[in-house]
């Protein structure tokens, strides 16, 4: 076998082994998230979300599924990715230093009851944990999702869902499709409302 080629089952194997962990322990603790989400994004709550590098792809990649849909057409929520919002990210940095970029958006948006999901593979990222300790101390609910156990991350949140691979890429990848069946259990948790029409009328003509 060709080391690429080797190379790839490998990497098939990884994930094929944290799809199997993520089957038998993840599966009932995202369904509980799910309902979560469904009590406090309707009544108006906001989920916030943030990663650094190929994690913050991730948290913008849920936010994205939830304001915009994930399969079936329903009510867009309030869901901010953090680390996108690039001029706040910038000042806060260039201000307050890289340790408080999300932190203090976290204060700003966060109101309690909320919810902030924190993503990283390594589960030491200093600017995650510091918005995990504010968002402690305003009352939202702070939900990780992480690579390999014990990590600080793990410790500092309420809840956490952790994939136990040595893989950076696998870790990734399993938390996308973690991502995915936490928006497919929200979608299926019950009704969501009217759906926001196509088109909105921008002129009394189109309205008539």
């Known amino acids: 076998m060709s080391h690429p080629l080797e190379s790839a089952h490998q990497h098939c194997q990884s994930l094929h082994e944290a799809l199997r962990e993520l089957r038998h322990n993840g599966l009932p603790q995202l369904a509980r998230w799910a ?10 709550g906001r ?6 590098g190929g994690s913050a792809a991730q948290a913008q990649h849920l936010t994205s599924e939830l304001v915009g849909r994930y399969r079936q057409d329903r009510p867009p929520y309030s869901a901010v990715a953090l680390h996108a919002e690039t001029s706040a990210v910038t000042a806060i940095g260039n201000d307050y230093g890289f340790d408080q970029v999300f932190a203090r ?12 999901v924190l993503l990283s593979t390594s589960g030491r990222s200093a600017n995650l944990l510091a918005a995990a300790e504010t968002a402690a101390r305003a009352g ?5 999702m992480t690579g390999r156990r014990p990590n ?10 952790c994939i136990a691979s040595d893989s950076t890429a696998t870790v990734q990848e399993a938390h996308l499709i973690a991502l995915h ?3 497919e259990n929200f979608d299926a948790a019950g009704p969501h409302g009217p759906v926001v029409p196509d088109r909105i009328p ?5 309205a008539t």
């Open 47 to 52: 989920l916030l979300a943030a990663g650094n």
């Open 140 to 144: 939202l609910r702070v939900w990780a």
């Open 202 to 206: 921008v002129n009394l003509e189109d």
């Open 35 to 44: 309902s979560r989400l469904h009590e406090v994004l309707p009544l108006g």
């Open 181 to 183: 069946i936490l928006c």
């Open 152 to 161: 600080p991350l793990a410790d500092a949140a309420d809840e956490a869902l």
């Open 105 to 116: 958006q976290v204060a700003a948006h966060g109101r309690p009851g909320d919810i902030l």
